[in-house]
């Protein structure tokens, strides 16, 4: 028990210890400051920039940037999307792979381009060697720039006046990717591959199986059965076309490699299907703690990089403080549900739910290694961070734990969220927040000593209610649809909350799933591709509109009158806006879902 | 519009520039560090003695022999993998079943009955969660302390060994907390049962 809250308690404090001195490096980075890497570094860029003709003091007005952000999109979508359905016939697939399906291969290109990584394929089965190199890994890094890119763009909005440009799109991106993301996921990937995460262009292996297992003619395995020989025998009796397997594949590919960076830039796409679930994708206690770190490591270290390059480090910490307060209660309600089990699974207590020589509760679609602490703790950062990967299977999860992971979805994306879009998610809401206040107390609503106006708030607006439009129309659509129904796994009110699920996952460009629903079906693959472009370019477009409107502006003086938005007072309105927004949205929906589940399980 | 046309050219030749160093440069460096570092851990882990491959250590298998230790609960697929004969290799999944479901429940009291009647001597103690239910990957390596030592009573007594002997290998073959304080600590039961087997003697 003292050494599950230790878990819990340390996997907080080491992110945050990391996050501030990753955030004063990300924003040095990005204002071109010298850093220790600048050395070399610094020629690589200026190489960078020759071939591809980009000014490195060029200024884009809002416009531009948010041009310059589709066009790159826009090009990564087609070249990914061909690359999936080509790649049957091309190299680097030495399991002989074939094509994706038009509409598998339009939803998981969508899925990685927007950063989202909803999996309706499973990579060991689905992608060659040089979709995941070649495409996936490639879109994990650019998705990841693009969102963080955005950011700075925002920053830049807040910060300068009187003036049209919000600095370089290319630039921004080219900063991130050699700074920030490549050395970072260098070290991840190593530290990982140390571990047993496989690293390698050889084709899969096979091994002997200790016990063979026998399959009847329809592929179904045999429970029970005896094998002699060749013939096989169940309860005495042989069984006619019975199967004899001896052996077990084992896939094999480039893992390490992606793996490290779909954990940093909050992409979350599993190089294999049940992603960092896979021992050979995630085997030790070692390689959980560095790649479930990753998740939150880049969104934590922004919120400090905001403060910074904004010149008020109160701001920057008052908003890490509202996130984070809503990450640690997440992760209680999840652990507490997830220690607590079910009585199904409790089978009148034939069943040992204790912490004694294991780790007791809720085991099913967990595995051993990390147990309930390093499960839950997963869960609630992955779905905090738009990221998505998993550890353990949340459509197992108890109905409890199971909600809260899909309402930090449907929240926004905003408690840390994706890298960049997380935060500029949030301060969306910020621009809300200072709005609700001033109403109240009856003053001109000011951000970061700029006037909030009609146009600011009502991109705001849309910014913050591209999600919940996205995921009610999306979910709604899709319960009214017939087939939809053949794609669940579970029956009932948990087989609503597959469909909920799925949407707020790409509504939330989150990109987890409640695993059992087979979302590879056109209408699903191509609904749920729309959802995440829509929840990604939106906001996209509705935040660069507020930086480009608030780089124009001029500062106003700081006055005893205004209000203050990095005290606690703050801080509370800034939950309060996020969790209203969440719950009048939601609570219906949430309702038929799992709060049903929940009351099934105790009734 | 014309700003689009204008940046479209840059676009395409940026997103070649970072195809070839993001997914070519930086793959081939990772690949070559790790066969280099790491081989054994880089190629799947795999135990290989006297020039048999016996299984990855990493991933699981089903185990159903009372000499055996046996796993979590498994979905064995067979359809998914076949080798170059054409023959099924198996591979598993996980349930993805809800765990408050009336379904459920009548899974878990199915297992319970299994397991306690291969392990009569427990009497009414309860079991080991691990042994009842189904992993994440469905791959699971591993178990519990507690679930291995429930079963050292049956492995000796089908083994002719004594518990004491059994519990010594499982001992071997556990593995602590990452400091002693992050995951959790693990019985690998493939190694388990090569060494009960006398397959792995070091």
Redesign the interface.
Known sequence: MTNTVLQYALYLVILAALAIPLGAYIGKVMNGEKVFMSRILVPCENFLYRILHVKKDEEMNWKKYAVSVFAFSGISLIFLFLLQMLQGVLPGNPEGIEGMSWHLSFNTAVSFVTNTNWQAYSGEAQASYLTQALGLTVQNFVSAAVGIAVLFAVIRGFTRVKTQGLGSFWVDVTRIILYVLIPLAVIVSIGIASQGVVQTLKPYETVDLLEPAAVDADGNILEDAVIDGDTVTVDGKAVDGAQIITQQVVPLGPAASQVAIKQLGTNGGGFFGVNSAHPLENPTPFSNMLEMLSILLIPVSLCFTFGRNVKNKKQGAAIFAAMFIMLAAALAIIAVNEHAATPQLAAGGAVDLSQSGQSGGNMEGKETRFGIASSATWAAFTTAASNGSVNSMHDSYTPLGGMITMLQMMLGEVIFGGVGCGLYGMLAFAILAVFIAGLMVGRTPEFLEKKIEPYEMKMAVLACLATPIAILAGSGIAALVPGVADSLNNSGAHGFSEVLYAYSSCGGNNGSAFAGFGANTPFLNVSLGLVMLFARFVPIAAVLGIAGSMAGKKKIAVTAGTLSTTNAMFIFLLIFVVLLVGALSFFPALALGPIADFFQMIG | MK??KE??P??????L???A????L??A???G???A??SD??????IEVNG?????E????????EK?MWG?IMN?D????I?DNG?????A?????????????AL??ER?EKI?AAHPEKGG??????L????????????????A?YQADRIASRNNMTADEVNEIIDKYT?G??LG????P?VNV?KV??AL?GILTD
């Open positions: 700003t689009f940046v479209l840059r676009a395409a030749v940026f997103f520039i970072f195809s160093v993001c997914g070519i930086y793959t460096v990772i690949t560090a790790a066969q570092l790491f851990k880089a190629n799947g882990s795999i048999k491959k016996y299984g990855s990493l991933l699981g298998q089903q185990y159903t022999d055996h979590r064995i067979t359809s998914t993998y080798d023959q099924a290799l198996v591979y999944a996980p349930s993805n079943i809800n765990p408050a479901s009336a379904e459920y429940e878990v009291a319970t306690r103690q309860p079991i080991p969660v691990d009842v239910t189904c992993s994440g990957s469905g791959l699971d390596p591993h178990i519990s302390v507690a679930a030592r593995t907390r990452f304080i992050f995951g959790e693990v493939l049962n090569l087997d």
